[in-house]
């Protein structure tokens, strides 16, 4: 099958950090970091924890665990995606799909890295999306074509579908203007992207 993305005349660097179904922080923060020490200029993380069990909870609650849970864990992303700065190796992140705060994910709390939560055609957030605090930016997340091993494709749905679409208008960015900081990124995005209903970001415009 042959499927043209956003920035399909970019180079790929595919590096595996799950085993079957399954993978770690360890493993994730040791890719993300093979990525950066190989000059990737945009690191996309389809992969995220699952905090489901919080989606039923007050909104004020779900940001009062923010504050308080998972400290250690979000030191390190911090430490982490702090290094990727430096480097200016652009890290984005799936928001998640539990319908929480996006700020619940540790990994979503360093401010050095752009959170893409998951929007629809009809310009609103979908239902499975994590919104709010954290969030950069939204992109299309329902129904996007992926590929699949032995020449297969099929329509998939997820905040990780609506990261590369963001990873991908990155990508194009700093094939413009190669030196692009993490800032400079962010501030075009959030004033160029289209308005959604829900409390997520705008969609991105490319």
């Known amino acids: 099958?042959?499927?043209?993305?956003?920035?399909?005349?970019?180079?790929?660097?595919?590096?595996?950090?799950?085993?079957?179904e399954f993978t770690t922080n360890y493993a994730i923060m040791n890719g993300i970091?093979?990525?950066?020490?190989?000059?990737?200029d945009v690191v996309n993380v389809s992969a995220e924890p699952i905090f489901e069990n919080l989606s039923h909870v007050d909104v004020e609650i779900?940001?009062?665990f923010s504050k308080r849970y998972l400290k250690n864990e979000e030191k390190m992303w911090i430490k982490l995606f702090s290094k990727a700065r430096e480097k200016n190796s652009i890290v984005v992140l799936s928001a998640g799909n539990d319908h929480v705060l996006s700020s619940?994910?540790?990994?979503?709390?360093?401010?050095?890295a752009i959170v893409v939560c998951a929007c629809d055609s009809s310009n609103s957030a979908i239902s499975f999306s994590n919104f709010a605090d954290c969030s950069t930016i939204s992109a299309p997340g329902f129904k996007i074509l992926g590929t699949f091993p032995n020449n297969k494709s099929a329509y998939i749905s997820g905040t990780?579908?609506?990261?590369?679409v963001v990873s991908g208008v990155i990508a194009l960015m700093k094939s413009i203007k190669s030196?692009?900081?993490?800032?400079?990124?962010?501030?075009?995005l959030e004033h160029t992207c289209t308005p959604q209903k829900g409390d997520i970001p705008g969609c991105v415009n490319a």
């Open 104 to 112: 619940v994910p540790a990994q979503n709390r360093s401010g050095n």
């Open 1 to 20: 099958t042959n499927i043209g993305g956003v920035a399909p005349l970019c180079k790929l660097m595919p590096i595996q950090v799950f085993d079957g």
């Open 33 to 40: 970091m093979h990525a950066v020490k190989n000059g990737a």
């Open 179 to 188: 030196d692009m900081q993490l800032g400079n990124i962010t501030y075009v």
């Open 62 to 64: 779900q940001r009062e």
């Open 160 to 164: 990780s579908m609506a990261a590369p």
